[in-house]
């Protein structure tokens, strides 16, 4: 009786901490409702889902419904990001990426460069906007999320190189921008210096990134060694879940990159621990095999519904006016401009080799672009003191709208005309 008195005092004590627990419980439920019935409705319209999603969103934002949750940062970075990128991860296999780690090394590195360059200096000299916040916008901007178009992948069979290309040439362009971002950003908090110390850039890289790296290796190295001392198909994947959310919480702790730390635990999980006992010496259980990529695919099901729902109701609350009609416009055709200058280009460099890509695989490379959750939790992210900050929200907002809801609804068109349906 004792106990149950001091439960029942400590929790008198948290009455608004119980409140906002079960608030954020109740939001999450009615979204996942909403979403179900998303899903049903664009399956029978034929709908790409994640358009549904955030058209849903914007008009539970308009009407008298509230379901008393935002898109914030936290939520992107803490439960949304981890489960996008490990799900993507785990379904990369090392034979497929070595075949062409060349060309989505160069679309992932110097590609993210180039869009990122020309955003920032159409914005700084084109717009007139001051250096800083151009800069940001530019790095932010860059990052790809091709949710929405794996999703179409599937919804149309294709499988294949060009799903490779889209999903690995996404998650390396994610890392790339992210550690681009912390490093404009320690520009930026230090005053806009004309430049960092070159000590400065590489202490910080070597943080960032191989940091990251570490944080995700470790965490994944200690998954594996517990998936394999068990048979229990349920602990493999809850181990799995751990190692998700565990790897980017732990990367961003010691700050360095939540990103690059969950997609290496899902590389070496998805071809160490949940490989075949007869390869690298896995030892999971089919069962376990089979349920915990079954589990991923609900995860970020999950995941995906919440934060395209989320964005719908968010942007119905943006004032886009602040910006302008000139200037989004112009926000959004340069983010177009830069990744056709980033794709056409350089998959030039390859045409004559055997990584050629094909003017069709070009062209849904540059239009399946989209803009999505990392660029919004960056943008988020920003600090209050930076020049032009709510005219950076707002400019992301509007390029991740445009590009989930006209390149989403159009990009079933696109592969259509370019006769891709069953990619090999």
């Keep these: 009786m004792q106990f149950s008195s001091g439960m029942g005092c400590r929790n008198a004590r948290h009455p608004a901490i119980l409140s906002r627990m079960n608030g954020f419980l109740t939001s999450m439920i009615d979204l996942m409702i909403v979403a179900i019935a998303v899903a049903l409705i664009a399956h029978r319209l034929r709908l790409p889902y994640t358009v549904g999603l955030v058209i849903a969103g914007i008009g539970l934002a308009l009407s008298p419904i509230h379901l008393g949750v935002v898109l914030t940062q936290t939520i992107i970075f803490e439960i949304i990001l981890p489960p996008l990128l490990f799900e993507a991860a785990i379904n990369i296999q090392w034979k497929d990426l070595r075949q062409d780690a060349l060309p989505i090394l160069t679309l992932a590195i110097p590609g993210t460069m180039i869009a990122a360059a020309v955003v920032t200096l ?15 916008f530019g790095v932010l901007i860059a990052a790809t999320d091709p949710v929405a178009v794996i999703a179409m992948f599937k919804d149309n069979g294709v499988h294949g190189r060009l799903r490779l290309l889209v999903e690995s040439e996404s998650l390396l362009n994610d890392g790339v921008a992210a550690v681009l971002f912390a490093l404009v950003l320690a520009w930026v908090q230090a005053s806009g210096q004309s430049h960092l110390e070159t000590g400065e850039v590489a202490s910080l890289l070597a943080v960032t990134v191989g940091g990251g790296i570490l944080a995700g290796a470790v965490c994944a190295g200690l998954a594996i060694m517990l998936v394999r ?53 896995g030892s999971v259980t089919d069962k376990g095999r089979e349920f915990t990529l ?37 926000d959004i055709v340069m983010v177009l401009i830069s990744r056709a200058l980033t794709i056409y280009p350089l998959c030039v460099l390859f045409r004559r080799s055997r990584w050629r890509i094909s003017a069709k695989f070009q062209h849904v490379l540059w239009w399946g672009g989209l803009r999505g959750a990392l660029g919004l939790a960056l943008a988020l992210s920003l600090p209050a003191t930076l020049e032009m900050r709510n005219q950076v929200l707002i400019a992301t907002f509007g390029v991740v709208v445009f590009s989930v809801v006209v390149q989403g609804l159009t990009m079933p068109l696109l592969l259509r005309a370019m006769g891709i349906t069953q990619s090999r």
């Design 122 to 136: 159409a914005f700084h000299y084109l717009l007139g906007w001051p250096l800083q916040p151009a800069l940001m």
């Design 294 to 330: 079954a589990l991923w695919d609900f995860l970020a099901f999950i995941a995906n519904s919440f934060v395209f729902l989320l964005i719908g109701i968010t942007v119905a609350g943006i004032p886009f006016h602040e910006l302008g009609n000139r200037a989004l416009s112009f």
């Design 229 to 281: 001392r068990t048979s229990d198909h349920l602990v493999e994947s809850t181990v799995t879940t751990v190692l998700a959310y565990g790897s980017f919480l732990l990367a961003e702790h010691f700050e360095c990159s939540g990103v690059l730390a969950t997609v290496t635990a899902g590389l070496l999980m998805g071809n160490l621990g949940l490989a075949p006992a007869s390869k690298y010496g």
